[in-house]
């Protein structure tokens, strides 16, 4: 097949780009491409957990006597919170471009019309932005892995799926977050954004176990979905794995598959219909 021939367009010649089914690489390659000179912003996300962890979990540490596990093996305050901020650091590094790049792609740089313009379609949009959120969110996830190790934090052979399970929940928190997204209408609209992510920081069993909270916050906190994911990084790092990790897994499953199909459905209302 003789390739397509390239257009004069301003001045530039612009190959005309076929229409396959792996579209959506084409946006990972475009935020990649603004990123590789802000590489500097790329990477500060992670550095709030990691402040965290060493504030608070090594400076009280020495203040907080050590917990016991479902097994009656002793923890220490740092190995206790250290999966938790893990879980954080997966969902900060999904959240930030699923959200604040989302609407400003959308609402106001309008490159989402543009890439529409193109054969690439409403779900290549979604899939490459959360792909994209996804691999952000594996970076500051795969470096606070190797400094639980490095600081021997964890206790485990389970730890080698901590990083996939920060996976699953950077994606599920991507897919919803650019759900969400897509039904904002200002800027102002993402201060829910922040009253939503700190209370669920702050009080998801991140730095008290679960048994210290009532029993009716209780089940309002197993219902959060970093709960979730600070239980199942939690029960991974310290070997405390039981069947009710498959529930953990399943509800992030879900959460980011439904996310994913409200965007793809959110831009095709917006943008074509």
């Known amino acids: ?12 010649r612009l190959t005309p780009m076929p229409l396959v089914r792996g579209g959506w690489t084409r ?19 992670m550095l709030e957990p990691l402040f965290y962890l060493l504030s608070i979990g090594v400076g009280l540490a020495a203040l907080v ?5 479902s097994d009656g093996t002793p923890i220490g305050y740092t ?6 901020m893990l879980a954080a650091s997966a969902m900060n590094g999904a959240i930030f ?3 604040y790049g989302v609407f400003f792609r959308l609402k106001y740089q309008k490159l989402y019309d543009v890439m529409l313009a193109t054969p690439l379609r409403p779900r290549d949009i979604a899939v490459g932005e959360i792909v994209w959120s996804l691999g952000r969110g594996t970076v500051y996830s795969a470096a606070f892995v190797l400094i639980m190790v490095a600081m021997d934090l964890t206790s485990s052979w389970w730890t080698w799926l901590a990083l996939p399970a920060a996976m699953l929940i950077g994606f599920a928190f991507a897919g919803m977050a650019m759900a969400l997204t897509t039904f904002m209408r200002s800027w102002q609209d993402f201060e829910f954004v922040q009253l939503a992510i700190m209370p669920m920081f702050l009080f998801s069993a991140t730095f008290y176990p679960l048994a ?3 029993e009716g916050l209780r089940l309002v906190v197993q219902a959060t979905p970093l709960y979730q994911g600070v239980a199942l990084e939690r029960a991974l790092t310290t070997g405390t794995v039981g069947v009710e990790a498959v ?3 399943a509800y992030l499953v879900v959460m980011g598959v439904v996310g994913l199909r409200i965007a793809a459905h959110r831009i095709d209302t917006l943008l074509l219909r």
């Not at 003789?2 to 001045?11: C, E, F, H, K, Q």
């Not at 190995?79 to 938790?84: G, M, N, V």
Request: aromatic share 14%; no cysteine.
């Open 79 to 84: 190995a206790f919170i250290a999966p938790a």
């Open 247 to 249: 529930g953990h897994v």
């Open 97 to 99: 471009d699923s959200t």
């Open 1 to 12: 097949m003789t390739p397509p021939t390239p257009t004069p367009i301003l001045g530039l």
């Open 65 to 69: 006597p050590a917990f016991t596990l």
């Open 212 to 214: 210290t909270y009532p």
């Open 27 to 45: 946006v990972i390659e475009r935020t990649f491409v603004v990123y590789r000179k802000a590489w500097l912003v790329f990477l500060t996300g």
